[in-house]
Nanobody, 122 residues
């Protein structure tokens, strides 16, 4: 499975961005895809994930109510709509996929895309 992420950029606090991640290769209904982020000097942390089996979303507490993850089945692409962005959302955002449960631990995910930088200015 190959993942291609896009959509990062620079935005002012309170603004919005939408990230996209297109998957190529074999992804079945047992898969989950998600987003993680990593700020300088910090560990990679879970942001959001969605299970293909039932499209159930899962969010980190820090983004709940501001971010929305969704999937376009026809394009095999997931999106992360990020609203009400805060400076603390600044990080490199990574797309990930795994066959199975959508764990919050980055170590348990199998496939990774390249990162896309999101910078939120105050």
């Amino acid at each position: 499975v190959q993942l291609q992420a896009s959509g990062g950029g620079l935005v002012q606090a309170g603004g919005s961005l939408r990230l996209s991640c297109a998957a190529s290769g074999r992804t079945t209904s047992s898969y989950a895809m998600g987003w993680f982020r990593q700020a300088p000097g910090k560990e990679r942390e879970f942001v959001a994930a969605i299970r293909f089996s039932d499209l159930t979303p899962r969010y980190a507490d820090t983004v709940q109510g501001r971010f929305t993850i969704s999937r376009d089945n026809a394009k095999n692409t997931i999106y992360l709509q990020m609203n009400s962005l805060k400076p603390e959302d600044t990080a490199v955002y990574y797309c990930a996929a795994r066959d199975g449960y959508d764990y919050i631990s980055a170590k348990l995910w199998h496939y990774w895309g390249q990162g896309t930088q999101v910078t939120v200015s105050s």
